[in-house]
Structures are given as structure tokens and as C-alpha cells.
């Protein structure tokens, strides 16, 4: 299958995707038709190496379609974002049959879940879910929630701690199959904006899983986690500069055909200003996320900058947003206006993947010599 151009992409998400945008919004489903048709147009190889029928992007040359696709609804974006980056652990730590996946995961056949995130515990050591040895094997219980696209995953990247010292190495991930008997997923939780996107409570009580689930070494959960965290921050924040730019575009669009007391509000320097602080906001958040793929393609330390991008994008996404909002007048509050659904999507980012709080803990240690 040949690599698509960043214009046929853009063409794609922002035109036949965005034709979909009214009933995802309505249904909270994307169409299987449509999930065919984003396979078609390479949205899962981008970045999967070639030996798994990727196309092997660096992160570098990924931004631009992964931006393209961020213009369009927030969930053709995820799926781009997220299929682009869970086949790391996978690769990195799997074994041959987990690393097998990745060429179902490339052509869209296949999708892994990402599991972190518990509502009665934290992350890390503070985590709830646990999994104990029986046997050969093991016995895992716990809860997950607000899991992408668990609602239709085949398999989840389950991450738990395997011992009581909550120490650094106490985690340890799995891959478990959604037809685990006992595993129980739950996609009834609705989430303000980016519909489409199928988040998921994961409920298991005891449920047997096979040490050859196991994904990585005993104790290197925290590893595998943060092999696709780390990548994940830069593409994230990419993200938001394709969605602040298309607030932006929607702000500059209606902008030009409102007109006030005879005159189009664009020719308002009040509006101007906000136009203008728009555009330099969206630009340098795209000059940070370019400096960490810069880093991240030449294998140079990039955690500092990925997480300075993140915190960034996250804060300069948010103003963006309010001022298209404001712009757009009331009209922009209703949901005959695509900024209604922008500005929704937009905030869903202070949380996905790691708060700013958490990046500036990130930045800080990074400033200060920690
Ligand atoms: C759209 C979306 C998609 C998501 N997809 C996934 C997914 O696929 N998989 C997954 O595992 N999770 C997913 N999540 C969950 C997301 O990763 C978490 O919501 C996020 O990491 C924050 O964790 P929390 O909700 O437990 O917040 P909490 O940890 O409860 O934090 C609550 C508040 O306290 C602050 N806080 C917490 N600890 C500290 C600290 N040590 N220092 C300073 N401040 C602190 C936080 O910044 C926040 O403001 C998703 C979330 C969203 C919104």
C-alpha cells in the first residue's frame, strides 16, 4: 500500500472524516465504514516500521499528517495518534507472538488498548490493580477507567504491580486478551468531548492470565509504560497544535464574513489582536513540538522537551480555544458551530496522557538539575 501524501490526508480528515463529524457526535460511534476507510488511507502505518508493513516515519516527518488529521474530528485524530504509538511496547518489549500484532495493528485489524489510569487508585506506586503468582501463571484483580477505545480493543496493555514494596520496579505489564474469561469491559463512560472515542471502565477479579501474556520483564511495567508515554507527549502535543490551528482557521474564517455595524468584525483591531495572539501562540507551540521530534529522531534525551512541549500545547491549546470561542460570538456557544465541538475536544487534553501538573513536576526537575 503506498504512503499517502500530507495533502490526500489532509483531504481525508477534513473532508469525507469531517463529513461523519454530525452523526459521531450523535451516536458516540465512529462508522465501521469509515474506520475501513482511514486503514485505506495508511492512518495506522505511519509510523510502524516496515518489516510490520509500516511505512516508518520518524517522528519528524509524522508531524505533519498527524497534525493534518488533528484539524478534523477529535476522533480521527486518536485513532491516528494512538495507533501510531501503542505498537512501541510491543515492539520494544514483546515477545514474537506479541510483536506479531503489530502488522494487524498496521493495517487496522488489530487494536491494543492502553491501560493506566484507575479511579480508586493513582498511577504508578500508588496503583490498585495487582496481579499474583498462581502457579505457572497469574491472578489478576483491579479496575482500569477512561481506557481510548476499549470499546473496541482486542487486546489490553494492562499495567499492575506484582508485589506490596510500591517501588519503581513493583509494576509489571501484560497483554490480555479481550476473550480473557472474567475480564469484564464496561464502554458506558461518556466523556465531554471527542466522541467517538469508546472509553472504557476494565473490571477483573481474579482472572487467570498466562505468564506468556506478560509483556516485558517482571518489574519493568514502568518501562513499558513510559516507552510509549515519552513518544506519546511529543504526538500529543501535536495534537493540539492541529486543533489550536484549526480554531484558529475558524476564527479567521468567521471573522471575515461577520459583519458588524457595516463593517466585517476583522477590520476591528480588537479582534485583530485576538487573531494575532492566536497565531503566535499556535506557532510556538508548534516550534517546541519540532525541537523534541528533532531530539526524539537523533536518539538524544527528550523527556524534558517533550514534556516542556506538552506543557506548552496544553495551556496555549486552552487559550486559543476560549479566544476562537470569543470571536465567534454567540453563535460559536451553539452547536451549529464547529468551534462548539473544538473547544469541547480541546479540554480533554488537560488530562489525557498526564496532567500539566504533572509536566510541570517533569520541566521543573529537568530546570532545577533534579
Ligand atoms: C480523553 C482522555 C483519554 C484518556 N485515555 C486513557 C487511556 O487510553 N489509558 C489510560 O490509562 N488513561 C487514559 N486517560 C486517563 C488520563 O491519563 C488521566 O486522567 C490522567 O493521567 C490524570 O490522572 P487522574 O485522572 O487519575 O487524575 P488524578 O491523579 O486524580 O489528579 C487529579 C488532580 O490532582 C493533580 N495531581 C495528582 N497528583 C499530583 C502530584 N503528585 N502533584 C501535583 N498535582 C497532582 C492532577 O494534576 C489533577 O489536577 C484518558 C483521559 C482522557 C481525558
Same mark, same amino acid.
Given at each position: 500500500m503506498s504512503q499517502p501524501t500530507v495533502e490526500e490526508f489532509a483531504r481525508f480528515f477534513l473532508e469525507e472524516y469531517e463529513l461523519a463529524s454530525g452523526p459521531i457526535e450523535e451516536s458516540d460511534e465512529i462508522p465501521g465504514e469509515l474506520l475501513k476507510r482511514a486503514a485505506e488511507v495508511g492512518s495506522y502505518r505511519l509510523t510502524v516500521p516496515a518489516e510490520f508493513g509500516g511505512y516508518g516515519l520518524s517522528v519528524s516527518d509524522y508531524l505533519p499528517y498527524l497534525e493534518a488529521a488533528?484539524? $478534523? /474530528? $477529535?476522533? $480521527?485524530?486518536?485513532?491516528? /495518534?494512538?495507533?501510531? $504509538?501503542?505498537?512501541?511496547p510491543l515492539s520494544m518489549f514483546g515477545s514474537a507472538d506479541q510483536r506479531d500484532l503489530i502488522t494487524g495493528m498496521a493495517s487496522g485489524d488489530v487494536v491494543v488498548a492502553f491501560c493506566l489510569t484507575e479511579k480508586a487508585g493513582g498511577t504508578g506506586r500508588d496503583m490498585h490493580s495487582v496481579a499474583r503468582r498462581d502457579g505457572t501463571g497469574w491472578r489478576i484483580s483491579g479496575e482500569k477507567h477512561l481506557i481510548t477505545f476499549a470499546d473496541r480493543a482486542d487486546h489490553f496493555i494492562l499495567v499492575v504491580a506484582t508485589d506490596d514494596r510500591r517501588a519503581r520496579d513493583s509494576l509489571t505489564a501484560f497483554l490480555v486478551p479481550r476473550d480473557t474469561e472474567g475480564l469484564e469491559v464496561d464502554a458506558t463512560q461518556r466523556t465531554m468531548g471527542l466522541h467517538g472515542t469508546g472509553h472504557a471502565w476494565l473490571r477483573y477479579q481474579d482472572i487467570e492470565v498466562a505468564d506468556e501474556h506478560r509483556l516485558g520483564a517482571l518489574g519493568q511495567g514502568l518501562e513499558v509504560a513510559l516507552s510509549f508515554l515519552d513518544y506519546s507527549r511529543v504526538s500529543l502535543s501535536n495534537c493540539m497544535v492541529g486543533l489550536a490551528q484549526r480554531a484558529l482557521d475558524e476564527a479567521v474564517a468567521f471573522a471575515k464574513r461577520r459583519v458588524t455595524f457595516g463593517e466585517p468584525i476583522a477590520s476591528r483591531q480588537a479582534v485583530q489582536g485576538h487573531i494575532a495572539e492566536m497565531h503566535a501562540d499556535v506557532n510556538a507551540g508548534r516550534g517546541l513540538v519540532r525541537e523534541a521530534a528533532r531530539l526524539c529522531d537523533a536518539g538524544e534525551d527528550y523527556t524534558a522537551a517533550a514534556a516542556t512541549a506538552k506543557l506548552f500545547c496544553l495551556n496555549m491549546v486552552g487559550r486559543v480555544t476560549d479566544l476562537s470561542l470569543r470571536v465567534h460570538g454567540g453563535f460559536g456557544y451553539t452547536t451549529d458551530a464547529a468551534i462548539e465541538r473544538i473547544y469541547r475536544d480541546a479540554r480533554g487534553f488537560w488530562f489525557e496522557e498526564g496532567t500539566a501538573e504533572i509536566q510541570s513536576l517533569v520541566v521543573a526537575r529537568h530546570v532545577l538539575g533534579g
Open positions: 488533528a484539524r $478534523g /474530528h $477529535g476522533s $480521527g485524530r486518536m485513532l491516528v /495518534h494512538l495507533t501510531n $504509538g501503542v505498537w512501541r
